[in-house]
Each structure stands twice: as C-alpha cells, then as structure tokens.
Nanobody, 118 residues
Framework: QVHVVESGGGLVQAGRSLRLPCKVP???????????FAWYRQAPGKQRELFAS???????VYGDSVKGRFTISKDNGRRTVYLQMNNRRAEDTAVYYC?????????WGQGAQVTVSS
C-alpha cells in the first residue's frame, strides 16, 4: 500500500532553518511524477490546515502565514517532497504532514513534530 513518511522534525530555536523531507517510497514513479502534493500542519487545539502546495509541473502556492519563509519542492527521482522552513516563529509549532493534494490521497503518515522555541 502506498504510504507517506515524514521526517526531520525536532526542537529548534526561532529564526533557524529546517528542512523536512517526505518520502513516498511505494508510489510508482510515473504516478508520483503526475501528482500534486501539499504540506499540511496541525497546531495544538486546531484543525489540520494546508499551507503549501506544488503541482505536478512544479507550480507552488503558499498560505499567507508562510509566504516568503517556507519553500515546497519535490525530487521526482527520489519520490520525495521537501519543505524548507526559514525564519521560523513560535506559531509554526505543529505536527507537519505531507500528502497528495487530492481527495483520493494515500493514508496520512505520522507526521513530523516541529517545535519552535523563542
């Protein structure tokens, strides 16, 4: 079964950079290449929200809360989607998930806990 695996989370100071990889190891390469992906996050006591997306062709869209600070990218050959997080703030503390940006997405992974200390 296709699944997603997020990693790279941890406790880091505000202002520092962090990159989260998200691997989809069992997705057929041609399928991965044609998918639109997104990063989501769920802060304590809040619902999961989509804040960054990338189309199959590499077109990116960001929510206002992360625009100019975060960058989504993907490496098709590695079946991996990345989230580069720069200039992080305390309000970025959340569990970060990635997945196909579709209602027919694979099951959610466990996510990566990112805690930003001031």
């Amino acid at each position: 079964q296709v699944h997603v695996v997020e990693s790279g989370g941890g406790l880091v100071q505000a202002g520092r950079s962090l990159r989260l990889p998200c691997k989809v190891p069992r997705m057929i390469l041609s399928t991965f290449n044609s998918q639109h992906f997104a990063w989501y996050r769920q802060a304590p006591g809040k619902q999961r929200e989509l804040f960054a997306s990338i189309s199959a062709g590499g077109y990116t869209v960001y929510g206002d809360s992360v625009k100019g600070r975060f960058t989504i990218s993907k490496d098709n050959g590695r079946r991996t989607v990345y989230l580069q997080m720069n200039n992080r703030r305390a309000e970025d503390t959340a569990v970060y998930y990635c997945n196909v940006n579709s209602n027919t997405r694979p099951p959610w992974g466990q996510g990566a806990q990112v805690t930003v200390s001031s």
